[in-house]
Each structure stands twice: as structure tokens, then as C-alpha cells.
């Protein structure tokens, strides 16, 4: 039985204080008591910081039984025997005080392994038990050594936890991942989304609390938490869609395109459809497209403009709502004809124009008004409007004047804005256009990407390229005859025992 009257009894005979078969006197006892219960409640709070929450009961009096210390009176009687020698001014025993410290040591131990954990073998579904798991991988926990729920280490872990959680979201608005991921408002919310990533909070939070406490982190335990939140990411990167799916059809997704050619966005970074990324490649687009404008090889198809009807004007105007209208002022005029009027469909004669490259061949003209038949052309590039020169000038309402120009490619003024090229193009547009981009940011762009640019646009060369016959000057050839199929202009109309009427 476990009686604290036995129990001083013994401790004081123990301790050298009473002889044998001496009776204890009653102060003597009372202060035993006292000690005892003292004694007890030590251990209580030390219990209460260490993992061992049971609470350890004091005797109530001299004589009752407290059954919770039947196993451990040995520990009672060598602690307390220690515990007298001091009070009445005696010098240890060195062995006693070896039995006593193993005791209570082995009596500590012994009731750590009896009670349950403070948070039971389960998957983590809240803050608490994840921020105490940290604290203990973190080694600011251990087998004899804890802390309450609202410790000031419990609120920190909740604030490194969330800051750490809003710091991956950060990180995810910058990546292609835009999920948001939850916080924890409250020790004891359950948030469900971190079920199956623990490990990737745990392994995290333990590093961000050991250098909130001064403790440098391991080389293992940086690196484990590192791959655990890279995990993390490129998980859910692969469970949601691409921001632009399928195959490119605005300015917007060939841009996108382009900047993942040019390493500006991977699988781990992205940039907002209003970015300076985003606004650089759309500019980079309209000047690309604007320069392949201008090249022969690079525009798909030719168009045919028409004035009807001469109004006997020496010059017409060309470009927007202009006597010969197109989108834009054409850099350049390909080939001209005159249409003879009135004509009999469906036999209507055309007269090709010799076209003059130059201003310098046109001012050479001596009668620059001469009225009658056309036979040359001039196209003076002016800017927003060209003008187109006949000579000789065309009488009113007697020809019909048509030019062939590059058709316009795009002209795009917004990233929503069709893409509106033929397919074989999206190539060539994105592979030269991340070249640019890698340019603009100081990169140079790799040799396969450079020759992907490259092989795209040759292609467009072989596709759009459009060779004419081959004719030459009669005073060239062997023998002095038109080459061509009806004759370069009026100057090659007609011929006479092989001599040019008018040349």
C-alpha cells in the first residue's frame, strides 16, 4: 500500500535522520509530508513541458492509500531520502543520490511509453498536429520535451505555415499553375486540399523553423524539403489545362508560342496575358510582319488593282481609298498592262507596260503629256499615297489600268487579333519571332532554334516564289523577234521583217 506515513517513515531512517527502531518525532514527519507533495509537484511540472502529459497525485494526507504509486515506491522513498539529507544539513551520499537520479529517470521513461502520444498516429488534417511534427523534426521537440497549444513556438509555426503557403502562391501566379493554394485560418481548421502533401509542408515548415530559431538547417533537410515542394508544383501543373490551348490562332497563343521557343516560359513560368512579355512580342510581331511584307518570296499571293476607266490624268494615286485602293501604299508595282476600250468580250486585248524602276528613267521622257497609246509606267513610292505615272498619257475613257501588287499580309493592331496567315506560315512567324524575343531580352537564340527559323522561312520562299519567262532585248537576241507571249508594251507591239516599228 501505498501510505505517505510508511513512506517517511522509511526515507527518514534512509537518510540517517532517525535510528532504528526510533520513533519519527511529529515535526519531523509533517515536514516530510510536505517535501513529499513538494517533491511530487516538481515532477507534475516537469511532466507538463515534456511529452508526458499525466499528471503525477499528491498524498492528501498522512494515512490514505494512492494506488497510482504502488509500482514506483522505490522512487518515492530513494528521492525523498536524498531530499531529507539536504533539509537537515547532512552531506550526500553519494550512492544514494546515484539511486535516487536512476530512479526517477528510469520512472520518467517507464510512463513516457505508457500514454498516448499527444496527437495520434493519423494523416495530418489540420495546422496543430502539422506544426508540431515540424517543431519535432525541427528538434525544438523531443521524448522529454513539448509544448502547449498556444505557446509562442505553436503561434510561430502557424505564421511560418501560412507565410510559407502564401509564398508558393506567389510562385504559382508567375508559373503556368494559376491554382490557388489554401491557408490555414485557425490551429484546428481542417483544410482537405493538403491531404496528400504533407510531406511537402512538413519537410518545409521544420527548415523555416529552424532558421526562425537561429538553427542552420542540414544540407538533407534544405534538399528533401527543396524536391518536396518542386513536387508539389509539378503535380499540379500537370493536372490542369494549358492556359492557351490548341494549335495557335490569334496574335495572343502565337505570342505564348514564341516566348516558350525563346525560354521565356517554361513548364515552371509563365507571364499574364497583359505583360511586358506579352506586349514586346506583339510589337516584335507587327514589325516582323511588316518587314515580310515588303519581301516577294514571303507573301503568299499577288492582287490585281484597276482604274476602269482613264480619266486622262498623267498620275493616279494609290492606297487607301485611293484611285487604285488597297489596304496599304504598296512598296512596289510587279507588272502592268492597259486594257484596250470599248472592247468585244470575250476577246478584250490587253497591252502589257514596260515598268520604269526609277525616277531617273522617267525624267528622261522629253514630252511627258503625250497623249496616245500607254507603254510605260512609273510608280513613285510616296508615303501614305503612291502615285502611278503613265506614259504616254492615257486619253480619258479609252483604257482600262490594272497593276499587280504583293497582296497585304496582317496588319494586327491587338493580340486578339486572328492569326489569318495559311498554315504553313505559324511555323516561320513563331521560330523568327522567338528569335527576336531572345534578342530583346540579351539571349542569344540557340542554333537549333536559329535554324528552325530559317528552314520555315525557306520554305515559304519555295512555296510563294514565282518565276517569270525569261525575255531579253531584241537587239540581245540571235535573231531580232519578241520573246514574250504578245509583246512588252506598245514599244513591242508590232513588228515588221523582224525590225521593231517603234522601239
Known amino acids: 500500500m501505498a501510505i505517505a506515513n510508511n513512506v517517511i517513515f522509511l526515507a527518514l531512517r534512509n ?45 492528501p494526507d498522512l ?16 528521492s525523498l531520502a536524498v531530499r531529507l539529507r539536504q533539509v537537515y544539513a547532512l552531506p550526500p551520499l553519494e550512492l544514494d543520490v546515484q539511486m535516487a537520479m536512476a ?85 484546428t481548421t481542417a483544410v482537405s486540399f493538403w491531404d496528400p502533401y504533407q510531406q511537402a509542408l512538413l519537410t518545409n515548415l521544420s527548415v523555416r523553423i529552424q532558421q526562425a530559431t537561429g538553427v542552420q538547417p542540414s544540407p538533407v533537410d534544405l534538399q528533401i524539403a527543396v524536391d518536396n515542394r518542386k513536387l508539389l508544383q509539378a503535380i499540379n501543373q500537370q493536372q490542369i489545362a494549358p492556359i492557351h490551348p490548341g494549335v495557335p490562332s490569334t496574335c495572343l497563343q502565337v505570342i505564348f508560342l514564341a516566348l516558350r521557343m525563346a525560354g521565356r516560359i517554361t513548364d515552371a513560368q509563365s507571364v499574364s496575358d497583359s505583360s511586358k512579355d506579352v506586349d514586346d512580342g506583339m510589337s516584335a510581331l507587327v514589325s516582323l510582319i511588316a518587314q515580310w511584307q515588303k519581301k516577294r518570296w514571303l507573301t503568299y499571293v499577288e492582287q490585281e488593282l ?24 504598296p ?34 521622257i522629253s514630252v511627258k503629256t503625250l497623249q496616245t497609246m500607254p507603254a510605260y509606267l512609273f510608280y513613285e513610292t510616296g508615303w501614305p499615297t503612291g502615285k502611278v505615272w503613265i506614259w504616254p498619257v492615257a486619253p480619258a475613257n479609252q483604257y482600262g489600268i490594272y497593276v499587280t501588287v504583293k497582296a497585304p499580309l496582317p496588319t494586327y493592331t491587338a493580340v486578339t487579333d486572328a492569326f489569318n496567315l495559311p498554315p504553313e506560315y505559324l511555323e516561320a512567324v513563331t521560330t523568327s519571332l522567338a528569335c527576336r524575343i531572345c534578342a530583346m531580352n540579351g539571349q542569344v537564340p540557340s542554333a537549333y532554334l536559329m535554324a528552325q527559323a530559317e528552314m ?16 531579253l532585248p531584241g537587239a540581245l537576241g540571235l535573231h531580232r523577234y519578241d520573246a514574250s507571249l504578245v509583246g512588252p508594251g506598245l514599244g513591242r507591239a508590232f513588228i515588221l521583217n523582224q525590225d521593231v516599228v517603234l522601239g
Not at 508558393?168 to 508559373?175: D, F, G, H, V, Y
Not at 476607266?309 to 489596304?327: E, H, K, L, V
Not at 468585244?344 to 490587253?350: F, G, I, T, Y
Open 15 to 59: 537518510a540517517g535522520v532517525n535510528g532504528v527502531g526510533q520513533t519519527p518525532l511529529a515535526d519531523d514527519v509533517n515536514d516530510a509530508f510536505t517535501i513529499l507533495n513538494a517533491q511530487i509537484g516538481q515532477w507534475s511540472l516537469e511532466r507538463k513541458v515534456m511529452v508526458n502529459a499525466t499528471a503525477l497525485p499528491q498524498f
Open 63 to 78: 494515512t490514505t492509500d494512492e494506488p497510482f504509486w504502488d509500482p514506483y515506491l522505490h522512487v518515492l522513498l530513494t
Open 103 to 187: 530512479a526517477i529517470k528510469a520512472f520518467q521513461a517507464i510512463n513516457q511509453q505508457q500514454i498516448a502520444p499527444i496527437y495520434a498516429l493519423t494523416t495530418p488534417t489540420t495546422a496543430e498536429p502539422i506544426i508540431y511534427l515540424a517543431l519535432r523534426t525541427a528538434g525544438r521537440l523531443n521524448d522529454t520535451q513539448s509544448v502547449a497549444s498556444t505557446s509562442k513556438d505553436v503561434a510561430d509555426g502557424l505564421g511560418l505555415l501560412n507565410a510559407l503557403i502564401a509564398e508558393w502562391n506567389l510562385e504559382r501566379e508567375r508559373t503556368v499553375n494559376p491554382v490557388t493554394l489554401p491557408l490555414f485560418p485557425t490551429l
Open 331 to 364: 512598296d512596289s508595282i510587279t507588272s502592268a498592262y492597259i486594257r484596250i476600250m470599248p472592247g468585244v468580250p470575250p476577246n478584250l486585248v490587253d497591252i502589257p507596260l514596260e515598268i520604269l524602276n526609277s525616277r531617273e528613267d522617267y525624267s528622261q
Open 456 to 471: 520555315a522561312i525557306n520554305t515559304l520562299r519555295q512555296a510563294n516564289t514565282q518565276i517569270p519567262l525569261l525575255r
Open 306 to 329: 484597276s482604274v476602269p476607266s482613264s480619266t486622262g490624268a498623267q498620275y493616279y494615286t494609290i492606297g487607301p481609298g485611293m484611285d487604285f485602293n488597297t489596304p496599304s501604299r
